[in-house]
């Protein structure tokens, strides 16, 4: 992939840059809300940067969501530094083109020095780049010209790409999958069965609203994160958020690693402030099966540790939801609703283990299986064996100067949320100040 | 979490595990391991299995003793019972690997265990595998494992335990998720 086309460049570990490559302290890569708020703290700081973004501001929220998708935090959440949400339905959740609204308002509120349009295709560290190989320093190569800067913040998200299982090659040819991704509406879809495969907030939203669509639907349940949209009479990101679980710090966390990988929790936004749990779901005819485990000649099978998965997501929603209790009691809080438990996942009496797709009617598969960062660009060698940046709450491991941000459970468990970024916004700015400060001593 | 003033005491080394999982992770190779048996046909139905050799952290290794149990049909099935069935063993195995994880959560959450029993029943109709009815697989159709556990613990302790036992154990693994088998001939 060569840059701008000049033929000085070439993909290689050293390269030779343009004599047109043009120095900035910053590149932030990514304007979505994560990249905006570290932008606007090096305002803050009279920092020099750029915001470099592929396509528009909020990108992955104008050209990857489906029709009917709002956040899942409600709007009083919606805070990012210099700006907050200040609407009249503060217990509201956002539409897709109400996000976009929010984030490019955003976006111009902080005078953003955003680069649209402008797509890396390779950072790579120092060497060449115009800055002393010893004081590191970075280059960004895109398709609009190449920048060499001192620090880099990647913020281009950790959902660029739809996981989908490799068992994929196997469905059968006459059944159509799509990912979240390309998925937009249930109309869309043709009119036979649907296996939505995984129980996130994604499986679950999307599986109720093809159940809608008047379509039957089989859902694939492996281990997931079951929470009611509302608790005692306040929304669950009241809880945690009041409660402190939301601000946990990633090092006092107990597995780490298990934290940062959770599906996202069985939540939708909805003006109604429902619940969609799966009891939701089954008590209105989806079918619920265990994970996918293979597909052989046409037929799927499903693990028969559904019962199990289902036991886990109750125990810990009651963990959870004890906290919250364990909390109103300690701070002797003024609540009416008084403390109860929501009924546990109804199983199946005998789970369905094997399923020929075709002859049960199913016409699309829905791989709502999770998704992963696409780091293609990436040339400075910090990822870990399985693909993701090695940091420390977002401070990436032997690269200094290199940032990552706006990734589930980054520094707090709020990390990847709107208002995540205001605090991971803040910390991380002072640490890439400090760093500046250095190089230049 | 129940918290005790006495250390508890399951008899498991959860520092070890817990260190060996964290160096595993910066050397993934070395955690691929290699599980043996050896069947050799005796007599009948009767067979005997040794359980020796194994590899994993990049080298062999060897049980201290070989360990050998026989597997048999019983005496309904005009066999001679000098060992137990093969869907019995598996039992066996599950019940095993369930327990240890019991005894090995209950260490790291730091709870005491005084007595553990694991009953498990297999629901299998034999018109399969005597080849009289091709709608009827095989195999157990329903696998109940019940845990009789007596410890320092609340009852929603205990089905946490036993939940995570079943998360981390590789027999559970096996029996509810299709795997891969070859069978060939050398």
Partial sequence: MSPSGSPNTVKARVSVLPESARRISVAIIG?????????????ERSIEHVVLERGEVANSWRTERWDSLRLLTPNWQSQ??????????????????????????????????VHSSTTVTRLSAGVGAGVGAGAGGYAVETNRGCWTCEAVVIASGGSNIA??????SEVPESIETVTPMTYRSPERLNDRGVLVVGASATGVQLADEILRSGRDVTISVGEHVRMPRVYRGRDVFWWMDAAGISDERHTDIDDLVR??????????????????????????????????????????????????????????????????DDWATATDLDISDPPHRFDPTRLPSTP???????????????????????????????????????????????????????????RRRRSSFINGAAHDSEEISNHLARHLATTHA | ????????????????????????????????????????????????????????????????????FGMDHPECFASQDRGATPPEALLAALAGCLTAGVASVAQHRGIQLRSVT??????????????????????FTDVAV??????DATPEELQALVAQSQKRSAVYDMVTNPTNVTVGVA
């Avoid at chain 1, 939708?268 to 293979?294: E, F, H, Q, Y």
């Avoid at chain 1, 420390?392 to 290199?402: K, S, Y």
């Fill in chain 2, 118 to 139: 694991a009953n498990v029943e297999g629901k299998m109709n034999v018109l399969g595998i005597l080849g009289a009815d091709p709608d009827i697989r095989n195999g």
């Fill in chain 1, 259 to 324: 934290a940062r990988n959770l599906p996202s929790p069985q939540l939708i936004g909805t003006p109604d402030r429902r619940s969609i749990d799966l009891n939701a779901l089954t008590d209105r005819g989806v079918k619920m099966v265990g994970r996918l485990g293979r597909i052989s000649d046409g037929r799927a099978q499903f693990a028969g540790s559904l019962a199990n998965v289902c036991v886990m997501g109750d125990l810990k929603m009651n963990r959870l939801l004890q906290s919250f």
């Fill in chain 2, 1 to 68: 979490m129940t918290m005790t003033n006495s250390p508890v005491n399951n008899g498991v080394n959860t520092e070890a595990l817990l260190g060996a999982r964290d160096a595993l992770s910066q050397a993934p190779e070395a955690a691929d391991f290699v599980w043996k048996a050896e069947c050799k046909w005796i007599d009948g139905t009767y067979s005997e299995t040794t359980l020796d050799g194994f590899s994993g952290l990049g080298q062999d290794h060897n049980h201290p003793t070989p360990h050998t």
């Fill in chain 1, 352 to 410: 369905c283990l094997e399923l020929d797709l075709v002859a049960s009617g199913i016409g699309t598969i829905v791989w709502a299986t999770g998704y992963r960062p696409d780091y293609s660009w990436l040339d400075v060698p910090v990822l870990d064996r399985k693909g993701r940046i090695s940091h420390d709450g977002g401070i990436v491991r032997d690269a200094p100067g290199l940032y990552v941000t706006g990734l589930n459970v980054l």
């Fill in chain 1, 163 to 168: 996981n989908v299982p490799s068992l994929a």
């Fill in chain 1, 31 to 43: 304007a979505g809300h994560a990249g905006l708020a570290v932008s606007r703290r090096l305002t």
């Fill in chain 1, 80 to 113: 990012l530094p210099g700006m907050g949400y200040d609407g009249d339905e503060p217990d509201g959740f956002m539409t897709m083109p109400e996000v976009v609204d929010f984030i490019s308002t955003y976006a111009e509120t902080i005078s953003a020095p």
């Fill in chain 2, 146 to 151: 019940t845990f009789d556990i007596d410890a």
